[in-house]
Every structure is written in C-alpha cells, then in structure tokens.
C-alpha cells in the first residue's frame, strides 16, 4: 500500500502541486526518470518469477 501510494504520488499528484521548498518533493516533481522506476520494475519482477517457477517445472519433470 506503501509502496502504490508513493508511486501514484510520484506519476500523478506531483504534477498538479505547487513547488513546496520541501527539497525532496520538489525533486520527485521535477524528476522525468525515476518516477518510473518502481511502475517498471514490478511487471519484469512478475515475469522473472514466472520463467524463474516455469524453468523449475521443466526440470523437475525431464
């Protein structure tokens, strides 16, 4: 829940704030690139596992 609040803060609602002189608000506002990050990571993350879980059924079962 952390973790989906954060990142809809850093895609969304940082847009549509003013500057807040907070310097690390500020910079997830001005930030193109690393907002990304997390969204990005998660659906690799799932595929990775799933290769990870789909390589140990075909071992076991050869």
Do not use: E
Not at 5 to 25: D, H, I, Q, R
């Amino acid at each position: 829940m952390i973790g989906f609040t954060v990142s809809m803060y850093a895609l969304v609602a940082s847009n549509y704030m003013p500057m807040t002189g907070n310097k690390t608000l500020d910079w997830i506002k001005q930030d193109s690139h690393y907002c990304m990050l997390v969204p990005i990571t998660i659906p690799v993350t799932v595929l990775a596992v799933l290769f990870n879980w789909l390589g140990m059924k075909l071992f076991r079962h050869n």
